[in-house]
T-cell receptor, first 117, second 116 residues
Framework: SQQGEEDPQALSIQEGENATMNCSYK?????LQWYRQNSGRGLVHLIL?????REKHSGRLRVTLDTSKKSSSLLITASRAADTASYFC?????FGAGGTSYGKLTFGQGTILTVHP | DGGITQSPKYLFRKEGQNVTLSCEQN?????MYWYRQDPGQGLRLIYY???????QKGDIAEGYSVSREKKESFPLTVTSAQKNPTAFYLC???????????????FGPGTRLTVL
């Protein structure tokens, strides 16, 4: 089953408005990541927030993490038509022995964002 | 020009045929992954490999097989046992970390497989 569930499933806004997407998950995590996917393309990593962090910024992106509620949000400020894409959250729980971990992630179903010019 | 490549971009298969999807990376990453994406859905993990000559089943491994003979390559075979193989297949890789779990993954452009 999917670890992350995103809300809303689809979001339609005008250029210049802010877009907020939410992600909820079920089990304890090491980190939570957000990815972007343009139609028919591969995913591109946007931002990673660790379980001991509460907020992180990258350009027009702001991510928050509330581990007590097992939820995260991605805010895109001053949106542009070029931001139109699907956005996925992914949770990393880690695995491996001997002190090493590898990057297995579990992805949510995504939010489709449409920004109208 | 570093990155992760997948070929072909589009693949058509007749029912009952096995097909192999290529995935190559020159990022010197230890871990590689195969995902399946259906329309309007998220990614589901098929197989992953942490190191050469080792791989593990993901959530939906039935009807698929992989090999990891070289660090750079992680081909996926979709066998005739896979009942509904039409989907978008994504390969990814990630670097080895000492701790922290859940590394950033770098994705290829994908292969769209259609069964005729």
């Amino acid at each position: 089953s999917q670890q992350g569930e995103e809300d809303p499933q689809a979001l339609s806004i005008q250029e210049g408005e802010n877009a907020t997407m939410n992600c909820s998950y079920k089990t304890s995590i090491n980190n939570l990541q957000w990815y972007r996917q343009n139609s028919g393309r591969g995913l591109v990593h946007l931002i990673l927030i660790r379980s001991n962090e509460r907020e992180k910024h990258s350009g027009r992106l702001r991510v928050t993490l509330d581990t007590s509620k097992k939820s995260s949000s991605l805010l895109i400020t001053a949106s542009r038509a070029a931001d139109t894409a699907s956005y996925f959250c992914a949770t990393g729980v880690g695995f491996g022995a001997g002190g090493t971990s590898y990057g297995k992630l579990t992805f949510g179903q995504g939010t489709i964002l449409t920004v109208h010019p | 020009d570093g990155g992760i490549t997948q070929s072909p971009k589009y693949l058509f298969r007749k029912e009952g045929q096995n097909v192999t999807l290529s995935c190559e990376q020159n990022l010197n990453h230890d871990a590689m992954y195969w995902y399946r994406q259906d329309p309007g859905q998220g990614l589901r993990l098929i197989y992953y490999s942490q190191i050469v000559n080792d791989f593990q089943k993901g959530d939906i491994a039935e009807g698929y097989s992989v090999s990891r003979e070289k660090k750079e390559s992680f081909p996926l075979t979709v066998t005739s046992a896979q009942k509904n193989p039409t989907a978008f297949y994504l390969c990814a890789s990630s670097p080895r970390r000492l701790a922290g779990g859940g590394d950033t993954q770098y994705f290829g452009p994908g292969t769209r497989l259609t069964v005729l």
